[in-house]
């Protein structure tokens, strides 16, 4: 679990291509204190470390994992390259503060950044919401962009607004992605819970 604060912004260094998954490795600090098996999450995609490179005096290395082709084919994942930057947040533990809302890494599909419209203090960003996760989605709730822990500040039928602040724009990808490049989004898993038990 994690909490959609985003605590570097870290580089793709290797793609590994393989018949139907791609190993992943990034460079970042969050690997100071990993272990093989634990969980972070890049762009929003909750991913297992299944190896470590050395820390280097920078206090930062390498982790590597196996992305699957569903989640190559599901996510934005499959359109990284090596350089890219990408969003690290570490799984959260029972004492973390939960600064942002209970996110699971598991991505439920992908937007597209439609505009940008800076302010002088912040800066709102629209994204296409697509059907499948409408209904999860109201005015003031919260949804995951590429891992970040967002409100959803505008509401249409076939797009929301979120408004950055410029921390968010200076430590996470969505200080740079521009109009047409896709979003992973998760939604709240309350709401999902929800309908479930109404459904029964």
């Not at 460079?27 to 634990?38: H, I, L, Q, R, W």
């Not at 359109?79 to 570490?90: I, T």
């Not at 929301?160 to 724009?169: D, G, H, K, Q, R």
Request: with cysteine; net charge negative.
């Amino acid at each position: 679990m994690f909490t959609g604060i985003i605590e570097e912004l870290g580089t793709v260094a290797a793609l590994d291509e393989q018949t139907d998954a791609v190993r992943l490795t990034v460079e970042g600090s969050v690997t100071t204190d990993a272990a093989p098996g634990d969980s972070i999450s890049v762009n929003g995609c909750c991913l297992t470390v299944a190896d470590l490179g050395t820390i280097d005096d920078r206090g930062r290395g390498t982790f590597t994992a196996d992305v699957m082709k569903m989640t190559l084919d599901k996510t934005s994942l499959g359109a990284l390259a090596v350089g890219h930057k990408v969003n690290l947040e570490r799984a959260c533990t029972p004492q973390t503060r939960l600064g942002g809302h209970i996110v699971q890494g598991h991505v439920d599909t992908t937007g597209t950044i439609v505009r940008r419209s800076p302010g002088e203090h912040w800066e709102l960003v629209e994204v296409t919401l697509p059907e499948s996760i409408r209904r999860y989605v109201v005015l003031h709730g919260s949804i995951t962009v590429d891992g970040v822990s967002l409100t959803v500040a505008e509401l249409e039928q076939e797009s929301f607004v979120v408004s950055l602040i410029p921390e968010t724009l200076a430590r996470t990808t969505l200080g740079f992605k521009q109009p047409g490049d896709p979003v992973n989004l998760e939604a709240d898993v309350l709401a999902k819970h929800v309908e479930r038990l109404l459904q029964k």
